[in-house]
């Protein structure tokens, strides 16, 4: 019999297994194939929260999902047309999420009575007919992968290992991704154990082999390269574009970056990613809390560096009162919070938006701030450099909010000319002979930074108010009233400094504007455009700035008769608009600790069309 | 960074009056260091003081110097901060017992550990002065305050002992109204290299009135202070008593005239830490004779040291950082 090979348009794949399975490594690896093949693509980790649950059980079971197609992909897909299950609790834990018809790829040996029990299974489900409408294929990937690593010589544990590898290269095969990258990524990573490295060629290679040369796969599939803008690429998750862009906004503005955090999920791979590159000059410091870490940065940008603190949901209620600090003295500083699921620890590795008014109101007294969210992982990039750009030029703290979802997963990105990076000037305060005031303002609103070193300019600030000007201390009424105001207007002043909110709004006269932030844009653009093939008109825009709003977002939300507003939380930015622009804005939320389905969306715009 | 500009009180001292209760031990603690800074050869926009909250915080706003009033318990995380990220300056961190010991425990013992480096000046009142009077972390047991009116009952740290135990690198301990002792003290603690821990010994005259006086007063004062000097006997209350090494290998406090002189201990500031955790839990002090001055003083890398050291390692290896090299590294792919 011989293959066919299947023109497809997108695919979802889903990898799953034990946590110890390998499974993040084994689709990281597809990922990097696959964009070097050109497809666009999105990437969905999803682990558990144990660091190693029982093995064989459906708590421990990792995922990883990789939508990728030859058109443009906004999303990792709602669900997977193939799931490569490592053991039975992987195919209970993730069944649900393969479309009906879709294609199943178990791993036989896995499937013993210890597994199926320990996986909560009566019956084994490959024989009792609930895989019934499914595409099954049973593969005895570890017995295979043993048998080919035996003359390597290494032992059975460790060949058993590297079972994740014949799998990869059974799917690689399936779908035509190129050996080379994955090849020559083994050799960079286990070049020093020549044993280890042979095992997991051989493994890769059995598994890219057992697809071509049985019979069992009907036919292979074809996704080809999609269009994409000339230039350079590469593969970024949202935690790297973070790191990255505080590095290019350190070098950006001249300051060294000082990076002070404490271990939480899914944070803490910022400050991993950022304590690799001290040759850039980066300060990290692993604090004793989180409070200690906030009030680190905060006293290094007292200095003159750029300074960050990064933290999650939990993080963020235990630097407020630092946080409160910053405003009022005044000091540029970037809190980056990575959601999860909420209140206090919730579900830490999942997803959610749920800090919003957190990080709006999440202070005692009257305490603006400025608040931006990526989109995209790759947005995380340019998010922080504008992030940077603020707080330098307004001399306050910014908090910048990212999600776990956005961390983890990853997209293409078109690389910027890092020569290209606009200058960021500190403008620190100079001398000039007349008494030196601290809380004096220029255009924007904005009090001179004095670095501590710089002669003649000796102050003092601190969390007590301050009289407008001079910076002495102050219990004035009408001049805490004045402060009040004046830290206000300088915050709601950064709009007119920040571009108008675009809508994507081909008509011009849509029935319905869709808006959202953070990363549900993926999914609201995909269920948009399946709402506009079915003739319907729908517009969609993206804040990125969430304090201040871009000037005309008032102007946008008043001009469609409806405005639907998903969001992974019950409702926060849709509370803001209302309460803002007195707009009866309908509210679309999910809160189970994953990102937007574009499906559930087709509902709800559906719903709101009619409503 | 040393310089060798003359300077004067003067050049320290702010235009702002304090704003203590008259009679507050705060006020020769004040003076003194505004007096001492000039010796230290470091220019006022070169040396920052950091404070947490309570009646020692507003101390940053009397010198003329950059200051940092911070938020309670924060000072020490603060004056990390700006210690780490620039080695150049000289910080001072000025906090209290409540604001070092109990708010903010965990920063202090961090940055001693971490031997950033700090001069951290712990004004010990045994209460909470601006909130108008409720005991403290280094409140006596059975102490009778407005929170605790049928007297406290949890025990006090000793703060001396708690800050070696945090492997701290220079710890010592002096008393406001004793200028000279205080000074000698603050020189010796601003010449150390590193984390170095100084409690001061300060009356409260509003809230907690005469809690130092065993050692304080005048009159009692010279009787019941065990002065530590290193290399020499310890010998106190006008030579009649000493601190010896009893037959159970503890320390006691005895009668010089009952004692072997070769009994006697010598004080050592740079052994290991354990004579100087004995010294400092040698009696229930200030209510009994208790030692003042350095109990250790040792040498270990500061932690800012550490850090930079660390950075110029990473840009010998890798020279300096390469952003475009950066962002194409890797697997990348030309469309």
Redesign the interface.
């Known amino acids: 019999m011989s293959t066919t090979v299947e023109q497809r348009e997108r695919v979802v794949v889903r990898f799953a297994g034990d946590s110890g399975d390998g499974m993040q490594l084994t689709g990281d690896r597809f990922t990097?194939a696959t964009?070097?093949l050109?497809n666009d693509l999105a990437t969905l980790p999803d682990f558990p929260a144990e660091i190693r649950a029982p093995a064989g059980t459906v708590h421990g079971v990792s995922a990883f999902q990789i939508q990728f197609a030859s058109t443009d992909v906004t999303t990792p897909g709602d669900h997977a047309d193939v799931l490569v299950a490592m053991n039975p609790a992987a195919l209970k834990a993730d069944l649900p999420t393969v479309v009906r018809g879709g294609t199943l790829i178990l791993n036989e040996d896995a499937f013993q009575q210890r597994n199926l029990d320990k996986a909560g299974y009566e019956a084994d489900p490959r024989t009792d007919g609930s895989l019934d409408g499914y595409q099954v294929y049973s593969v005895p990937m570890t017995s295979i992968t043993v048998r080919a690593v035996e003359p390597v010589g290494v032992g059975k544990k460790e060949a058993e290992r590297a079972k994740n590898m014949f799998a990869l290269g059974l799917v690689s095969w399936m779908y035509d991704r190129p050996t080379a990258?994955t090849l020559e990524?083994l050799e960079r990573k286990f070049g020093g154990k020549p044993e280890i490295l042979d095992a997991n060629v051989a493994a890769f290679n059995a598994g890219y082999n057992f697809g071509e040369t049985t019979e069992l796969f009907a036919h292979r599939v074809e996704v080809k390269a999609a269009p994409?803008?000339?230039?350079?690429?590469?593969?970024i998750a949202g935690a790297q574009a973070l790191a990255?862009g505080l590095?290019?906004a350190s070098?950006a503005s001249g300051l060294?970056l000082?990076y002070?955090s404490y271990p939480i999920t899914p944070a803490s791979d910022l400050l991993h990613e950022l304590s690799r590159?001290?040759?850039?000059?980066?300060?990290t410091?692993q604090?004793?809390?989180e409070?200690?870490a906030a009030?680190?940065?905060?006293?290094?940008?007292?200095?003159?560096?750029l300074?960050v603190t990064g933290t999650s949901g939990p993080g963020l209620d235990l630097k407020a009162?630092?946080i409160g600090?910053a405003v009022i003295?005044e000091l540029p500083m970037i809190i980056v919070d990575v959601q999860r699921a909420g209140p206090s620890t919730g579900m830490p590795t999942k997803t959610e938006q749920g800090d919003l008014l957190a990080a709006m109101f999440g202070r005692h007294g009257e305490s603006p701030i400025p608040i931006i969210a990526s989109s995209t992982p790759s947005g995380c990039f340019d998010v922080v450099l504008d992030a940077a750009r603020v707080a330098i030029r307004y001399r306050t703290p910014v908090i910048v909010l990212s999600d776990s979802f956005l961390q983890n997963s990853s997209e293409p990105w078109r690389?910027?000319d890092?020569?290209s990076?606009e200058r960021i000037d500190p403008h620190f305060a100079q001398p000039n002979g007349a008494v030196f005031h601290p809380y004096a303002r220029n255009e924007d609103g904005a009090r001179p930074w004095a670095i501590?070193?710089?002669?003649?300019?000796?102050?003092?600030?601190?969390?007590?108010e301050r009289e407008d000007v001079t910076g002495?201390?102050s219990y004035d009424a009408d001049n805490h009233e004045r402060m009040t105001d004046l830290r206000r207007e300088k915050v709601a002043g950064i709009a007119t400094s920040l571009p108008p909110l675009e809508v994507d709004d081909p008509t011009g006269d849509a029935d319905l504007l869709v808006l959202g932030w953070g990363s549900t844009a993926g999914s609201i653009r995909a269920a948009v455009r399946r709402a506009r093939d079915s003739g319907e008109k729908v517009a969609h825009a993206h804040l990125r700035w969430l304090n201040p709003m871009p000037s005309n977002t008032g102007d946008v939300v008043r001009r469609y008769p409806r405005v639907l507003i998903p969001e992974i939380n019950e409702g926060q930015l849709a509370l803001l608009i209302r309460a803002r622009f007195l707009i009866d804005a309908l509210s679309f939320s999910r809160v189970q600790g994953r990102p937007l389905w574009a499906d559930e969306l087709d509902d709800a715009i559906e719903e709101a069309l009619r409503g | 960074m040393a310089d060798t500009l003359e300077r004067t009180k003067k050049d320290f001292t702010?235009d702002?009056e304090p704003r203590w209760c008259p009679g507050c031990g705060d006020y020769a603690i004040l003076a003194a260091v505004q007096s001492f800074m000039p010796e230290l050869g470091v220019?006022?926009?070169?040396?920052?003081f950091?404070?947490g909250?309570g009646c020692s915080g507003r101390f940053?706003?009397y010198?003329?110097?950059?200051?940092?009033?911070?938020?309670h318990g924060?000072a020490p995380?603060?004056?990390?901060?700006?210690a780490?990220?620039?080695p150049?300056?000289t910080v001072w961190v000025v906090t209290g017992d409540g604001d070092a010991l109990s708010i903010g425990g965990?920063?202090l013992i961090?940055a001693l550990r971490r031997n950033v480096n700090l001069k951290i000046l712990m004004f010990n009142n045994q209460i909470y002065g601006l909130t108008k009077g409720q005991y403290s972390p280094t409140s006596e047991v059975g102490k009778v305050t407005k929170s605790t009116p049928f007297g406290s009952v949890d025990r006090p740290f000793d703060p001396v002992a708690l800050a070696l135990g945090a492997a701290a690198t220079f710890v010592a301990r002096t008393i406001d109204n004793d200028r000279k002792h205080l000074t000698d003290v603050l020189r010796e603690a601003a010449e150390h290299p590193g984390a170095a821990f100084v409690e001061i010994y300060q009356n409260c005259n509003v809230f907690n009135d005469g809690a130092f006086d065993l050692l304080r007063d005048k009159s009692q004062g010279p009787h019941n202070q065990i002065r530590l000097v290193h290399g020499e006997p310890i010998v106190f209350d006008e030579g009649t008593r000493c601190v010896r090494l009893a037959a159970n290998g503890r320390l006691e406090i005895a009668a010089v005239a009952d004692t072997d002189p070769a009994q006697i201990i010598t004080h050592d500031v740079h052994g290991p830490p354990s004579l100087a955790f004995t010294l400092a839990q040698l009696s229930q002090g200030p209510t009994e004779p208790t030692c003042i001055g350095v109990f250790r003083e040792v040498q270990r890398t500061t932690y800012g040291e550490a850090?930079h050291d660390?950075?110029a390692r990473?840009?010998e290896?890798?020279?300096?950082?390469d952003?475009?090299a950066?962002?194409?590294g890797?697997?990348?792919?030309?469309?």
């Open positions: 990097s964009a070097l050109g990258p990524w994409a803008e000339p230039g350079t690429y590469r593969n990255w590095i290019a070098r060294p000082f002070a590159h001290k040759h850039f000059g980066v300060i410091v604090a004793e809390d409070i200690a009030n680190m940065a905060l006293g290094a940008a007292f200095t003159g560096q300074a009162e630092t600090l003295t690389l910027p890092a020569s990076i501590p070193g710089t002669a003649g300019l000796q102050h003092r600030i601190g969390g007590l002495a201390i | 702010s702002q220019a006022p926009e070169n040396t920052v950091v404070s909250i940053t706003y010198m003329d110097t950059y200051g940092f009033h911070g938020i924060r995380a603060i004056a990390t901060g700006i780490t990220a620039r150049d300056l965990n920063h961090h850090v660390q950075i990473a840009r290896r890798s020279g300096d950082g952003l475009e950066l962002l194409t890797g697997d990348t792919w030309s469309v």
